[in-house]
């Protein structure tokens, strides 16, 4: 049973460029989430989806920032116009529907370095 | 605002003696702590978790104790390993999603 699988491992994206990162949950899980870590810190809750919504975006910032969770593929956190404070570890996480909710299965990471 | 912090950023232990990792959350209405294990370049990895019904849960070699009175929550680590040398993160919740402190890193000497 894979985990959850995040790709690229590492993204560099000039100064306003897009960037894109997937996530696929672990098989059976139907919630997603996106977290990001700066260094030497912890992480900070960007976006809550289920399949095909948006449960809670209110970590991500208003602007440049979007995330989808189609009903077929990976979740997808997208980021137009990069700049270097974008730069940090994007983690995403699933968990199963019902009781346990709350508990994340994390995947290894996107680093995103803009340049 | 409600926020998860630690008391400690850094740790340091002999290998073999117990560890302490100590938490402080300010949330008195979050019902769910979890630990997470994070090793240098890897995503969180769950170590133990507890609901707020309960006050002490026992893992392997890991305990997580639970004192709501005054809104703290520990980890112990048994008989410390130079594999347990790592940044552990409390994380708390009253329904998702789950909210993180800062981190404590632990180092183990052998």
């Known amino acids: 049973n894979a985990g959850v699988m995040q790709n690229p491992r590492h993204l560099v994206r000039r100064r306003g460029q897009e960037a894109r990162l997937r996530c696929s949950p672990m098989k059976g899980h139907s919630h997603v989430y996106w977290y990001r870590q700066l260094p030497e810190e912890g992480l900070k809750f960007m976006v809550y989806?289920?399949?095909?919504?948006?449960?809670?975006e209110s970590g991500m910032p208003k602007e440049r920032f979007s995330a989808e969770f189609p009903k077929e593929g990976p979740s997808i956190l997208r980021i137009q116009q990069v700049v270097r404070g974008d730069s940090a570890a994007y983690f995403c996480?699933?968990?199963?529907?019902?009781?346990?909710?709350?508990?994340?299965?994390f995947g290894s990471g996107t680093q995103l370095s803009v340049l | 605002g409600e926020s998860v912090g630690l008391h400690l950023p850094t740790l340091s232990v002999q290998e073999g003696d117990n560890s302490i990792i100590n938490c402080a959350y300010s949330?008195?209405?979050?019902?769910?702590f979890i630990w997470y294990k994070q090793e240098s370049g890897k995503g969180p990895q769950f170590i133990i978790d507890?609901?707020?019904?309960?006050d002490k849960r026992q893992g392997q070699r890991v305990t997580v104790l639970l004192n709501k009175t005054v809104k703290h929550l520990s980890l112990q680590i048994a008989a410390t390993q130079p594999g347990d040398s790592a940044v552990y993160f409390c994380?708390?919740?009253?329904?998702?999603?789950?909210?993180f402190g800062k981190g404590t890193r632990l180092s183990v000497i052998a």
């Open positions: 989806l289920q399949k095909e919504n948006i449960i809670d």
């Open positions: 994380a708390e919740s009253r329904y998702t999603p789950l909210v």
């Open positions: 996480a699933s968990s199963p529907p019902g009781q346990g909710e709350e508990k994340l299965f």
């Open positions: 507890i609901r707020s019904n309960m």
């Open positions: 949330n008195s209405a979050s019902d769910y």
